[in-house]
């Protein structure tokens, strides 16, 4: 058999070995910042997403990176695609400054597929979602959005309206 054969072989029989591609999984709970200013008088807010972390080449497995994630608007137009690495060796995530608002953030998840969450930025505080685990406290609270495994990907927003929910 030609390496032609062999190569459109696999292709064809790859989505019944698993290589389908994973569902969205969209939270309805919006992740909002925590109670405490950070920058009082701030016309922006930040956001710093804790995306799943990869390796592009084993010689840089000690440094991982973030994986990058999209910023949409609520009606689903691409706000900014954000690389996400920052600081000495690219390990920390990016901050983001964004007007005060509603966004909808997609990203990887530490499971199979991408995940969509509503954010809520305010001025003069930060959001953080945190989908490696590895910026929030994992305990059981109930001011955490969870995802349906259990894990903790953000503070709840303080919303007393559906405009912290997705539609």
Known sequence: ????MIALALISIGPLMGC???PLLSMRDAIGPEVTQV???EAQGELVVYSPTRVSVVDQSEYPVHTPYTIYSLNN???KRVRNVS???N???ERVSLPQGSYRVKAL???????MVTVII???KTTVVDLDGSALPQDKQDHWVRLPDGHVVGWRADCNSDRCRLP
């Open 87 to 89: 600081g000495l060796f």
């Open 1 to 4: 058999m030609s390496p032609r």
């Open 39 to 41: 920058n009082p008088g």
């Open 122 to 124: 305010s001025s003069g």
């Open 20 to 22: 389908a591609t994973q």
């Open 109 to 115: 998840n530490t499971g199979p597929g991408e995940v």
């Open 91 to 93: 390990r920390e995530p």
């Open 77 to 79: 137009q691409v706000v």
